[in-house]
């Protein structure tokens, strides 16, 4: 677990590039089962199109700040992908799980917000937090956006996310509290998290409207996920 930096960088300027608008569904997304996936899109699936790595970083990220550069962010054909752990972040909108009093980084904003314009809900909702621009990776050329969508896998499970924050611009591998609860990690943004073995892949030029239905999220990637696997 890194030491979290206290000033998180703000939100980038909207993204240029043309994006695939994916309304929510009118019910809920699939059911989870004792196949421990969420969607039709297994985890092995996944990560089977995931071994090896083409590096379209300029350089590595850390995954915490006592830590070496070890993380290429990787491309792949409709996606971008990497390997880390997950810290928790717990930032937006003020809860029973996520406060001051929870988490002693807690901001109450988080870089992208809800169609309200209110911070996310980090209990609530699977969101996945990408590093600030750098000489390292620009998010934004690469056709990642805020509300873009996510597969997070770990332990062979998978949730469907979006991106909703931006965090410093040289460690990697952060998601919500909702998104390590999900996963069956410690959500705890003090003492939680995991140490490794979580990749992260989000689907170019995606964007769930609005970001903070995670219905929508979960029909949209299932959508991706089956593309990414037979392209690639």
């Keep these: 677990m890194r030491t979290r930096t206290l000033a998180l960088a703000a939100a980038s300027g909207a993204a240029l590039l043309a994006t695939v ?9 699939p059911a989870r089962g004792a196949n421990l996936k969420e969607g039709s899109v297994s985890a092995a699936d996944l990560l089977a199109k995931v071994t090896s790595c083409s590096q379209i970083s300029n350089g590595k990220y850390r995954t915490d700040e006592e830590t070496s550069a070890t993380v ?15 810290d928790v972040d717990c930032d937006g909108e003020i809860t029973a799980a996520c406060n001051e009093d929870t988490d002693p980084w807690f901001q109450n904003g988080t870089a992208f917000e809800t169609s309200a314009g209110k911070p996310l809900n980090a209990e609530k909702l699977p969101y996945v ?37 931006t965090g410093p611009n040289k460690i990697i591998g952060e998601a919500s509290y909702a998104t390590a609860k999900a996963l069956g990690i410690d959500p705890d943004p003090e003492t939680g998290g995991a140490e490794s073995g979580v990749t992260y892949i989000l689907f170019k030029n995606s964007k769930v409207s609005p970001i903070e239905s995670h219905s929508a999220a ?10 990414f696997i037979q392209n690639n």
């Design 129 to 165: 937090v990408v590093p600030s621009t750098s000489s390292i990776w620009n998010y934004s050329d690469a056709g990642i956006k805020g509300g873009g969508v996510v597969a997070v896998i770990y332990n062979n499970k998978v949730e469907y996310a979006v991106v909703g924050d």
């Design 72 to 86: 290429p962010v990787c491309g792949k054909n409709g996606a971008v992908f990497w390997k880390a752990d997950m």
């Design 21 to 29: 608008t994916l309304s929510p569904a009118a019910h809920a997304g």
């Design 218 to 227: 979960v029909t949209a990637g299932d959508a991706l996920a089956k593309q």
